[in-house]
């Protein structure tokens, strides 16, 4: 499995989780790397993308100004930091890879993805 998430739990409404996401046997910098979720019940949605080098991100209009991406090229990592948490925000989240930034919102663009992390926000 080339994309590996971690960092999900549960925490309270207006708290905040670091989500990582670890690869390996990719060269990770050759990507633009994805964060998605998927709710129960609901579809699996874009919540925001890292460009190539990490000078460019991308956000939903749902979590701008709360959830920042960041990565790691030398240590092949991305992290996803969450914070005043919504018990919307509740929800599985995945990394995935692209070489794609233009189709950054498209899922279908997306290559590689990880198992996915769970996140609950309690009210």
């Known amino acids: 499995v080339p994309l590996v998430e971690s960092g999900g739990g549960l925490a309270p409404a207006g708290g905040s989780l670091r989500l990582s996401c670890a690869a390996s046997g990719l060269t990770f910098s050759r990507f633009v790397v994805g964060w998605f979720r998927q709710a129960p019940g609901k579809e699996r949605e874009w919540v925001g993308t890292?460009?190539?080098?990490?000078?460019?991100?991308d956000y939903a209009d749902s979590v701008k100004g709360r959830f920042t991406i960041s990565r790691n090229n030398a240590k092949n990592t991305v992290h996803l930091q969450m914070t005043s948490l919504e018990p919307e925000d509740t929800a599985v989240y995945f990394c995935?890879?692209?070489?794609?930034?233009?189709?950054?919102?498209?899922?279908?663009?997306?290559?590689?993805w990880g198992q996915g992390t769970q996140v609950t926000v309690a009210s």
């Open positions: 995935a890879t692209s070489s794609s930034w233009s189709s950054r919102v498209d899922q279908t663009k997306y290559d590689s």
């Open positions: 890292i460009s190539w080098s990490g000078t460019v991100t």
